[in-house]
């Protein structure tokens, strides 16, 4: 059995603590029904043993106190919304990073929690991650940290950084999947109603929200048009056509709105449209091409390899979604 402390502290972010607390829960649910022993023995932890409040109405007990010398096997330091008053307020937080870092299996961040493993100075020279909102700011100052802002987790030796708030769900699926397999793991997001267990590399933006956020009326018709006409091959003419607007125009115009030129995004929506697809493992590749509205196969995969770095195929060996096609119930 694992040992997992959800660290937390003061104005803690509530979900973020949660959602990994139940997909432990969940995973030793399916692991007793296979017979099996629990694989997590999940704790509380904080500076101090007692409630803890977080950003909600709600608060948490910590059952057990920050000890380096009594280290779990994994620890997941979950974030808040005012971070700099956390870090100013969690100066012995970070001293327990800074000491426990190199003793722990894993040691993950959610979403701004990736403040005090920066702080610690144990993410200099890596990989990280944190909410889209703080990014800038973790590169600036952390300059020694290899910021990816678009990342959903990554993984850099034992430190897992994640995105903001139910990214923090995404990394404990992968934490599960690392411990027991694919198969738990999807079982455990088909239960909690994860429409994707999406892979580190994916964007944290959806197309659908990156719609959503644009401020002009033509802009976001122009973007719900595209979502529903993939099959089209609009020229940027024909679009500014449509939105009205010179065709310079409107390039500048749809770029500041949705942070993607007009090919960029008919591209992420396929893309996005060919991950959700790849769920079914009955489709032949060819026809998930085809029903993302990729010109074939081989177009499909280059997008794959340029967005994640895998092709569709290993996308849907590692990233399925639910397993409905394969699982048997009383397996795993």
């Known amino acids: 059995m694992k040992t997992v402390d959800i660290v937390v502290y003061p104005g803690f972010k509530a ?12 995973a030793n649910l399916h692991l007793r029904q296979a017979g099996r022993p629990p694989g997590y023995d999940v704790c509380i932890a904080s500076t101090a043993i007692g409630p803890v409040r977080s950003d909600t109405l709600m608060s948490l007990h ?11 096997d994994d620890a997941i330091i979950v974030g808040a ?5 956390a870090l100013a307020d969690g100066a012995a937080l970070v001293d327990w990073v800074g000491n426990a870092c190199g003793r722990l299996q894993r040691l993950a961040a959610l979403c701004s929690g990736t403040f005090f493993l920066a702080a610690a100075g144990v993410l200099d020279g890596k990989r990280a991650t944190t909410h889209w909102s703080v990014a800038d700011r973790l590169q600036d100052d952390y300059p020694a940290i290899q910021v990816e802002a678009d990342a959903i987790f990554i993984r850099a030796d034992n430190l897992w950084t994640s995105a903001g708030v139910t990214a923090g769900i995404d990394l404990a699926l992968a934490l599960v999947e690392d411990d027991f397999g694919r198969d738990l793991a999807l079982r455990v997001a088909t239960d909690m109603v994860v429409y994707l267990k999406r892979p580190g590399g994916q964007s944290q933006f959806s197309t659908h929200l990156l719609g959503e956020r644009t401020a002009r009326p033509g802009i976001r018709d122009i ?4 979502q529903e006409n993939l099959h089209e091959r609009p020229t940027v003419a024909a679009l500014a056509r449509k939105a009205m607007m010179s065709e310079r125009h409107f390039a500048r115009v749809f770029q500041q709105e949705v942070g993607l030129s007009t090919l960029e995004f008919i ?11 790849l769920g079914n493992l009955d489709l032949p590749l060819k026809t998930v091409a085809a029903r993302a509205c990729f010109s074939d196969e081989a177009q499909m995969r280059r997008v794959f390899q340029k967005k994640l770095g895998i092709p569709p195929a290993l996308y849907r060996e590692r990233f399925a979604t639910t397993g409905v096609h394969t699982a048997q119930p009383g397996r795993l």
Do not use: H
Request: charged share 25%; proline share 5%.
């Open 15 to 26: 979900l973020e603590a949660i959602g990994p607390m139940s997909v432990f829960e969940y």
């Open 62 to 72: 910590a059952t057990k106190t920050l000890n380096t010398l009594a280290l779990p």
């Open 81 to 85: 919304r005012d971070i700099r008053r």
């Open 223 to 226: 973007v719900q048009w595209i």
């Open 267 to 277: 591209e992420a929506c396929r893309f996005e449209r060919a991950t959700q697809l």
